[in-house]
């Protein structure tokens, strides 16, 4: 199993601050670390959910903004 760590972000352009959320999640395939992505960035007030793995690399990036009415990479 994988493990990637969440981070979500409650105001926008927070994502050089601190995260209102962190947590740890584990996973078997990457589709159910998207399926989490979507389910955080769905909550409102959420604006930008990043997943990170073990070794600091970015694996997963979700934010929405009124500009791009939501964008994933």
Known sequence: MAMAMIYVFKEP?????K???SF?????????????LIA????PEV???T??????NLVGEIFKSKKTNGKAH
């Open 24 to 36: 740890t999640f584990m996973y078997a395939e990457i589709q159910e670390l998207e399926r989490q």
């Open 51 to 56: 997943a990170f793995n073990t070794y600091g």
């Open 40 to 43: 955080k960035i769905s909550e």
């Open 19 to 21: 995260a209102a959320e």
């Open 47 to 49: 604006y930008h959910v």
């Open 13 to 17: 352009h927070s994502w050089k601050q």
